[in-house]
């Protein structure tokens, strides 16, 4: 069990990790760039750890199954920390997939176009849902590592 599980514990860790590093350290470092150039790069950096979170999110249900049907002896064998887990990381994964084909698409198109201002309004949109996948993301971290002790 140990392969998947530390594949499994990589990956969540990278995805929460670029959120956190996202959210407290990029976005109020570049709080003083001008509109275009702020837009231009979060459209980059957005480009990029997507590209990271699409593996993420279609690994971390693979490594979890894994884990549940071939170590663990299915659901029925777990503790509740696993099913809220794996509903909360689900709800990650929807929420993932709502940004990148809704507001960041839209982003990326207007940051094309220039329409700085309108761009701003969809940042603004993901940033908002980024904190959510955060906060979700913290609280599965924790029930990964605590949810064996209650």
Known sequence: MITPLSIHAILA?????????????????VE????????????QVLQKFFSWVWLISFSLPVTGYWMVFHELGGFQNVGIHIHVMHIMG?????????????PFKKLLWLTKEKLYPEAGLYMVKIRRIVLINLLLGVVVSTLATVGPFL
């Open 13 to 29: 860790n990278f995805w929460v990790g670029g959120m956190f590093f996202a959210y407290w350290v990029l976005r109020p470092a």
């Open 32 to 43: 003083n760039l001008a509109l275009a150039e702020k837009i231009n790069l979060w459209a």
């Open 90 to 102: 689900w709800i990650m994964i929807l929420l993932f997939l709502y940004v990148y084909f809704s």
